[in-house]
């Protein structure tokens, strides 16, 4: 009888034990899920803190943000799970387009989508949302990112409108916190206000893609503010305004590079490069771009090109050549890859026609070329594969020349774009452009047109404007 008194008790026993763990996981499963609410309503202890500076006014050429993200929790924080909304009104119905210029994670390590808002708030009509790759690390608690330094700018480069913007702020000229650049942890508001204030939300979902930067790679799909932009310098170009040729010598100046707005272009800005000429030396100018490493060699170069066959302006007729092209090393060991378009000839030679030439030794006149004669007016992707045996020149997908193992690059070389004139044959005002979409190199690799342009797609759509994960040589 003791027995069978003590077993209806054992049973209860356990009963209020699973209901006790029961209660306690699900105000555990509460817990975890109000986590992003509780941290809204408890704005004073936010998992993240970001400060803002700007040395710019209500007008300015670019909108220029210098932002630092602080971990203020007690975990390690990746980098690749915070995003920053800078929001801004945007002046008419002009694109606008960002760079980096500077940031102690790298600039290759930074992600930015200029973003039109589907319902326009209190001085917002677009944000630029700013991510990072993972390659930008990790926050330890208590870290701080170090500076940010954006611009943002009209691709008509024309002045921009601040004043009432919801995340400008002028009179911060030294780092201090700022709510109105709200950051987000892995897609949850986690500091700072958006436009309307608290209980406001844009209603748009925080970018989650991490995009994967390659080894060895250089991309560019050149959103800059001009020739003089610090970030082109930054970012691993030059333009060239030193002496000599080819063409017309010493005729080079930075007069001819442009970033203009195009909307024929997935990027939205392409680089122009102008060459111009009134008939005579004196006022004839040429325009080239190039990487100021040589640090390319085997492996792939592609670019999106537009050749012209006619002038922007004034009459036809011109020896002018379009050239993407790889220079390096010198004497024995020089190496130079060209693609040469001449809608008009040259050098004796007619036109349309594109010349594919692989230099051994400049001085010793030692190249091996092939001339295809046909119009490439128009928008085509270019590559160069450099393999250690062959060196084989592509357009569009279509192989047009190969040379072999005797002319492959003995140096590492670098990039460059250019127009210019072979001769003058007449008097009178003209000028002629190139344009350049995006350029991408792939170390070690033979890449076909096609993947270079899923490649480039690819980039840009994941906010990767340019990337350098290269070695210096």
């Not at 606008?96 to 989508?113: D, I, M, P, R, W």
């Not at 590559?383 to 140096?411: C, F, M, N």
């Not at 190199?441 to 899923?454: I, M, N, P, V």
Request: net charge neutral; proline share 5%.
């Amino acid at each position: 009888m003791a027995t069978s008194r003590r077993q209806p008790r054992r049973r209860g026993g356990i009963a209020r034990v699973l209901k006790i763990l029961l209660v306690v996981a699900v105000l555990a499963g509460a817990g975890l899920a109000a986590g992003p609410v509780w941290r809204h309503f408890h704005p004073g202890e936010p998992d993240l803190a970001v400060r803002y500076r700007t040395a710019t006014g209500a007008e300015a050429d670019a909108i220029e943000p210098w932002l630092e993200i602080f971990d203020r929790s007690k975990k390690p924080v990746p980098l690749s799970e915070v995003a920053l909304r800078y929001y801004f009104t945007a002046d008419g119905d002009v694109p606008y387009a960002f760079n980096c210029v500077e940031a102690a994670v790298g600039c290759s390590n930074l992600t930015g989508k200029v973003v039109a808002m589907d319902s326009p708030r209190e001085g917002a009509d677009h944000y630029l949302e700013l991510g990072f790759t993972q390659k930008a690390g990790v926050l330890e608690p208590g870290e701080n990112s170090r500076g940010l330094q954006i611009q943002l700018f009209r691709t008509d480069h024309k002045p921009v409108k601040q004043a009432g913007d919801w995340s400008f702020d002028s009179s911060k000229r030294a780092y201090q916190e700022y709510h109105r650049v709200p950051a987000y942890l892995r897609g949850e508001l986690a500091w700072g206000e958006e436009p309307g204030g608290h209980g406001h939300s844009t209603a748009a979902p925080v970018t989650r893609s991490v995009p994967e930067l390659p080894e060895g790679g250089f991309f560019d799909d050149f959103n800059y503010r001009g020739p003089k932009d610090t970030a082109l310098f930054k970012h691993g170009w030059l333009v060239r305004t030193s002496q000599g040729g080819p063409g017309i010598h010493d005729t080079w100046t930075p007069q001819g590079v442009s970033f203009p707005g195009d909307d024929q272009v997935p990027g939205g800005q392409v680089l122009q490069l102008r060459a111009s000429t009134d008939g005579t030396r004196s006022g004839t100018r040429q325009a080239a771009l190039g990487t100021k490493e040589a640090k390319f060699r085997v492996g792939t170069y592609a670019a999106r090109i537009h050749f012209t066959d006619k002038p922007a302006s004034g009459e036809n007729g011109d020896h002018i050549n379009q050239t993407f092209f790889t220079i390096g090393g010198s004497g024995s060991k020089y190496a130079e890859l060209d693609n040469e378009y001449m809608p008009n000839g040259g050098w004796g030679s007619v036109g349309p026609k594109l010349d594919t030439t692989t230099w051994r030794n400049a001085r010793a006149g030692d190249r091996v070329t092939s001339t295809t004669r046909r119009s490439l007016d128009g928008w085509h992707t270019m590559v160069i594969v450099v393999q250690e045996d062959s060196v084989t020149y592509s357009v569009d997908g279509k192989t047009l020349y190969r040379s072999g193992a005797q002319y492959a690059p003995r140096a590492d070389m670098t990039a460059v774009f250019n127009t210019w004139f072979v001769d003058l044959p007449f008097a009178g005002d003209r000028a002629w452009d190139m344009k350049v979409d995006w350029f991408y190199y792939q170390s070690g690799k033979a890449l076909s047109a096609k993947e270079a342009e899923q490649a480039a797609k690819g980039f840009r759509g994941g906010g990767v404007s340019y990337f350098d994960t290269m070695t210096a040589s």
